[in-house]
């Protein structure tokens, strides 16, 4: 596995009652994902992270930091 990390991620989700409910696609490294699978989401002080798994069987962490309004993503 490699934890690949980029500074600043661009990420579509869909919004409800809050924003960022559930992430349905997002771009790593130029290259746009569409979300197949949302493996898990887990609440932190500091915002929202969900794993996600892509329709290529490739597993990403998205990182949302309320505070600032950023993204982080690492592909696992």
């Not at 990390?5 to 771009?27: E, K, L, W």
């Not at 929202?48 to 309004?69: D, M, N, P, R």
Request: proline share 3%.
């Amino acid at each position: 596995m490699s934890n690949q990390q980029d500074d600043r991620a661009s990420v579509r989700c869909h919004s409800g009652y809050d924003y960022a409910q559930r992430p349905i696609n997002f771009t790593h490294k130029g290259k746009e994902h569409q979300v197949a699978r949302l493996v898990q989401e887990i609440r932190t002080p500091d915002g929202k992270q969900f794993l996600v798994e892509t329709g290529s069987g490739q597993v990403f962490e998205l990182i949302y930091a309320e505070s600032t309004g950023e993204w982080q993503i690492r592909q696992m």
